[in-house]
């Protein structure tokens, strides 16, 4: 395994870490997401209610479960931010340029994410499993940022 590698690996491990900390339902998605640049980690995020608000496990129902709303869709229905919406948030709060940075996410960002990161700077993504939203790979190819599956 080359350097770059080694290092996509530890980051995706954070970025697991990360996950365990979200605030959703075990059977559902539980995402993490680490922003690294220059082999530094700048901001991480997970998916969550948003400050002062209840998450699911508080309130003790998914609410997109709740009104069978299918994965990929309908994002707007949902107590959570997104783990990388997280990420770029906290970034901003802190007064940290994400420009040129990695994104490294548990799963596949969304096409409400990838327009976020698309316009935050962040010039590579690398994610492990897949999500329902095409659209978004689409997005983020026309505005060159590079994308990649990740794989030991």
Sequence with gaps: MNAD???DKRFMEVADLVASWSSCFQENRQ????????????TTGYNGASSGVKSCKERGVCLRRE????????????YATHAEQNAIIQA???????????LYCTH?????????????????????????????????????????????
């Design 5 to 7: 590698k080694k290092w």
């Design 31 to 42: 995402v993490g997401a680490v922003i690294a640049r220059n082999k530094r980690i700048l």
């Design 67 to 78: 009104l069978n709303i299918p994965s990929g869709t309908r994002h707007e229905v949902c």
């Design 92 to 102: 901003a709060r802190m007064g940290l340029s994400v420009e040129g940075a990695t």
């Design 108 to 152: 596949q960002p969304c096409v409400i994410c990838a327009k976020m990161i698309i316009n935050s700077g962040i010039s590579r993504i690398v994610y492990r499993e897949g999500y329902p939203d095409e659209f978004s790979l689409q997005l983020l190819g026309e505005a060159g940022v590079q994308i990649e599956k990740f794989s030991e």
